[in-house]
């Protein structure tokens, strides 16, 4: 079994009257590159803040490393790289010496470190350039600096890719790649770009008004967002029943609202269409789909309204 | 511990912020004795002004101590909540007592710093615009040295409660020039509040106003010989300012939600 680096158990944050993340469970597994999935507010902030410690849970638990306790925490995060939101630096500081200042608060040994995390960003021509007078993607390639200069075992980012220009993000998104080959880093990453986190994630879990939805892997996600045939009948156990007698196939899903998702008789869409009024079960509408991330996060936020709908 | 200190010193002292206060905090010291100066040379024979005399003044320096010390918190602390750097610190897995004890004692060492700068030009402008004149209550200028090493230590606890003060009131409050009116506040207002209450409500609120440090310095204005139980006092309430400001900015940091 591989190592557990992070796991959340009912974790809860409520502000005021708002409850920002309710009851998360969360397992993260070594080597796993895990893109967290939701709109904005859905609650991704408030999770990776609660790991980072800039905040703190109101009920549930969280360990990092196997670590639970508040003072191992601290230890365990240690060993964490984390970029929450905007990055935040001195402005009055350069590059250079904003990265120095915490290579020696956190007793990281050897200069040349400063020097490595800013070539591995790319913004070695920018060290002693001022951080007030960064522009938004150099801000952001500097607090990824920050986050792999002590060269983490678990990197939490949070929308990083904010901010950079399509070279950056291209060059972000291969050292991410590169660190988790080769140095085993597991990663957690929120982004609200889509096509950018199935470049990246082994890994998805959805979260929609602080709650965890779904976590699946992506080999799992692609079988799911395979071409399929999705049907809107009026009986979808009744239809599961006559698919399964009449035309022998397993290879579907019932999905909530009355809805079905067929992987087989793709090209048959008529006898499908027969069997079923055969049957005496009434078919509103047939679609062929190829779905993708995007897709599957909204039917699956669409399916878990409707559920609390009718509930 | 001693890597967040020096982390700390390491930032203050690339501040523009740093060579300003010590110039700023040097250049009115010259000024004051520069002041002295144009007394002696214009109006001669009101008093012998020498270095003895410049030191004789050095209780009137002690009682302002309270007031750099806001700016030298200012220095180290200042707009932290602004720019959200703490997040970076606490994500790394500092303990937050670290984080705030770390500020504390970079700020002590910047005011000691400044402290023994400012003696020193105090010292060496006073000897050279002003000679060593006698006083004329007969102090000397060892005796003057003395005095202001007696004051001094009687005033460094009160500087430290004052400076624990304005430490919890940065961590406290978000904006810095609130942060600062509310030490202002603290500092100026509340002792003779505390006065006022005490001779018209009860006895007691007397009591507070005696344990207040700007009641403390002021004690320090009339001293003239070494008084060791005034000291004792000052270091009592000195640390007990530092102890309870600490705890309390200690433990509502240690559950603050970080912007």
């Known amino acids: 079994m591989s190592e557990l680096i992070l796991r959340t158990r009912e974790l809860t944050r409520r502000y005021g009257r708002t409850l920002a993340l309710d009851r998360a469970s969360l397992s993260v597994e070594k080597g796993q590159i895990l893109g967290l999935v939701g709109r904005n507010g859905a609650g991704k902030t408030t999770l990776i803040r609660l790991i980072s410690g800039q905040s703190r849970p109101t009920s549930g638990e969280l360990a990092l490393f196997g670590a639970s306790s508040p003072s191992a925490l601290d230890r365990a995060r240690s060993r964490t790289g984390v970029m929450v939101e905007t990055p935040a630096f001195y402005p009055y500081l350069t590059a250079e010496q904003n990265l120095e200042y915490y290579r020696i608060q956190r007793g990281i040994p050897g200069r040349s470190c400063v020097d490595e995390a800013l070539e591995l960003v790319r913004l070695t021509g920018a060290g002693k350039k001022k951080?007030?007078?960064?522009?938004?993607?150099?801000?952001?390639?500097?607090?990824?600096?920050?986050?792999?200069?002590?060269?983490?075992?678990?990197?939490?980012?949070?929308?990083?890719?904010?901010?950079?220009?399509?070279?950056?993000?291209?060059?972000?998104?291969?050292?991410?790649?590169?660190?988790?080959?080769?140095?085993?880093?597991?990663?957690?990453?929120?982004?609200?770009?889509?096509?950018?986190?199935?470049?990246?994630?082994?890994?998805?879990?959805?979260?929609?008004?602080?709650?965890?939805?779904?976590?699946?892997?992506?080999?799992?996600?692609?079988?799911?967002?395979?071409?399929?045939?999705?049907?809107?009948?009026?009986?979808?156990?009744?239809?599961?029943?006559?698919?399964?007698?009449?035309?022998?196939?397993r290879d579907f899903e019932v999905l909530p609202q009355e809805r079905l998702r067929l992987y087989a008789f793709l090209d048959q869409p008529q006898t499908v269409n027969r069997v079923l009024m055969e049957q005496g079960v009434g078919l509103i509408s047939a679609q062929q789909k190829d779905s993708n991330l995007e897709d599957y996060f909204l039917s699956l936020i669409d399916g878990h309204s409707a559920g609390k709908e009718g509930v | 511990m001693l890597r967040s200190i020096r982390a700390e010193w390491y930032k203050a002292v690339r501040r523009p912020y740093f060579p300003i206060l010590f110039l700023t905090c040097t250049l009115l010291t010259v000024g004051a004795v520069y002041c002295l100066y144009l007394i002696k040379t214009q109006s001669p024979g009101i008093t012998p002004i020498g270095l003895p005399f410049a030191l004789s003044l050095s209780p009137l320096g002690m009682v302002m101590g309270l007031w750099p010390v806001a700016i030298g918190g200012d220095l180290v602390f200042s707009e932290q909540y602004k720019h959200h750097t703490l997040k970076n610190e606490v994500s790394f897995g500092i303990p937050r007592a670290r984080i705030y004890l770390s500020r504390w004692a970079a700020v002590f060492l910047v005011m000691l710093l400044l402290y023994a700068v400012l003696v020193a030009v105090y010292t060496l402008s006073a000897l050279l615009l002003l000679g060593l004149d006698r006083d004329p209550s007969g102090l000397t200028s060892g005796g003057g040295f003395l005095l202001l090493g007696y004051l001094s230590l009687a005033a460094l606890p009160i500087w430290a409660g004052g400076l624990s003060l304005i430490m919890a009131i940065y961590f406290l409050i978000a904006s810095a020039n609130m942060a600062a009116i509310c030490y202002v506040a603290l500092v100026l207002a509340l002792p003779p509040l505390l006065d006022t209450l005490g001779k018209h409500i009860s006895p007691f609120f007397q009591l507070l106003h005696h344990l207040t440090l700007s009641y403390q310095l002021d004690l320090l204005l009339n001293v003239q010989i070494l008084d060791w139980a005034l000291i004792g006092r000052c270091w009592l309430v000195g640390l007990g300012w530092t102890a309870a400001a600490t705890a309390l900015g200690l433990f509502c940091f240690s559950r603050r939600e970080l912007p």
């Open chain 1, 131 to 249: 951080f007030k007078t960064f522009s938004l993607g150099m801000k952001q390639r500097l607090g990824l600096a920050l986050a792999l200069m002590n060269q983490p075992e678990f990197l939490l980012l949070d929308e990083p890719i904010n901010g950079l220009d399509p070279e950056g993000i291209v060059e972000f998104r291969e050292l991410l790649l590169r660190l988790n080959r080769e140095r085993q880093t597991t990663i957690l990453i929120s982004s609200h770009i889509l096509s950018e986190l199935s470049a990246l994630a082994t890994h998805y879990a959805f979260i929609d008004r602080g709650r965890m939805l779904e976590t699946i892997s992506a080999a799992d996600l692609r079988e799911r967002c395979r071409d399929c045939l999705e049907l809107r009948v009026d009986d979808a156990a009744r239809a599961a029943q006559v698919l399964e007698e009449q035309l022998g196939t």
